[in-house]
């Protein structure tokens, strides 16, 4: 079993983890909060310069916490894309900066196929094909997995993701960064049916809705427009009721259109990832109606959901065992499409 070191630094988590396979030997996270919340979002200068002030104790740590020594080590991984360049460079040159020390393998990993491969971590028999609903900070999409690297993007969102929309909602608000996790907690408190929101549907040319995309800046602009509202008839904003609609509103529009293409592509197993993955009513909603329709559901356990270096050593791991492995030229990259990931092993 290949016990593969990896690096994530794609954006305000400094993170190193070591895995056998599937199973996690050792995983540190050194988030960036603080730093970043009184900005309201993360700076990305000094997401880069918090990750070169952390990465060499965290790699130490990674090692330490697991009992291993570089010996041990068959291959060292790194996030190389999508996400900040400057912040990725970081972990990407400390990867590979070992692997040449180290006379290891170098393997590059894409940030969503490392959230993707969270759910093994969990569900270590889970086996393609299986579609994977990736709700992040950064991006929303319905992920047919065919099998390590081979993905087909079967929809997304048009504007903001589902992060996104979760964060820009709170700051309205008057909550902290990040949002999630804040709305998830003051809507335990709040009533779902308390306002009626839409939720975010495409319009086809022809009439009808898209089955698969989504949309949240118009929930967003729903959600202003409420706040607006009772602002201006200078009613207390009873913000666990909004955090609560809200949360639904999304919970019920990811779940429609993951329920559909599941059973539209008859894939009977359905996986979740990213930070979004730890959403309690997204939870609830999708189990309940995967229940009802006979899928399985598999949500990885909420400290592999959000940023972690567990889900890029899994990746990695697979990749390793069929041989894939990159070379020291692979560059940082902003943006990279999922369906494009094997261009890392060329
Ligand atoms: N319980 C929660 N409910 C809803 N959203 C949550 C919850 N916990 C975290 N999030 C959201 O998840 C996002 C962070 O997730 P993640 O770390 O996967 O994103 P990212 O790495 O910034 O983006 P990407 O993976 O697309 O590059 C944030 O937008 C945060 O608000
Ligand atoms: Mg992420």
Request: one cysteine or more; charged letters at 15%.
């Amino acid at each position: 079993m290949a016990k593969i070191l990896a690096i994530e630094t794609s954006c305000d988590e400094t993170a190193a983890a070591i895995v056998s396979d599937r199973q996690v030997l050792s995983n540190l996270v050194a988030s960036q909060i603080a730093t970043h919340q009184k900005y309201g979002g993360v700076v990305p200068e000094l997401a880069s310069r918090q990750h070169v002030t952390s990465i060499g104790q965290l790699i130490a740590a990674a090692l330490e916490v697991a009992g291993l020594d570089w010996s041990a080590i068959d291959g060292v991984a790194a996030t190389c894309a999508p996400g900040l360049v400057g912040a990725l460079l970081v972990g990407l040159t400390a990867a590979k900066t070992l692997a040449l020390v180290h006379n290891k393998p170098f393997i590059g990993i894409h940030h969503l196929e490392g959230h993707l491969y969270a759910s093994y971590l969990s569900n270590p028999e889970l086996t393609p094909p299986y579609l994977c609903l990736l709700v992040s900070g950064g991006h929303t999409s319905l992920i047919q997995v065919r099998g390590c690297g081979d993905y087909a993007v079967l929809g997304q969102t048009r504007d903001d993701a589902a992060g996104e929309a979760f964060d820009k909602v709170a700051r309205l608000l008057g909550l902290g960064y990040p949002g999630g996790p804040i709305i998830d907690k003051l809507a335990l408190g709040g009533n779902p049916d308390a306002f009626s929101l839409p939720e975010g549907n495409i319009s086809l040319p022809g009439g009808g809705f898209h089955p698969y995309d989504s949309s949240f800046s118009g929930l967003k602009t729903a959600v202003l427009r409420l706040v607006e509202r009772l602002r201006a008839e200078d009613i207390e904003l009873p913000v666990a009721d909004i955090a609560a609609s809200f949360q639904a509103a999304v919970a019920r529009s990811l779940t429609r259109r993951t329920l559909r293409c599941a059973l539209d592509h008859n894939l009977s197993t359905i996986s979740v990832g990213g930070g979004v993955a730890a959403n309690s009513a997204l939870r609830q909603h999708l189990q309940a109606g995967a229940s009802q329709q006979g899928l399985r559901v598999i949500f990885p356990p909420l400290n592999y959901c959000t940023d972690n270096a567990a889900m890029i050593a899994c990746a990695a791991a697979e990749h390793f065992r069929l041989g894939h492995t990159s070379s020291l030229s692979v560059a940082a990259q902003s943006k990279m499409p999922i369906t494009q990931v094997m261009a890392l092993y060329a």
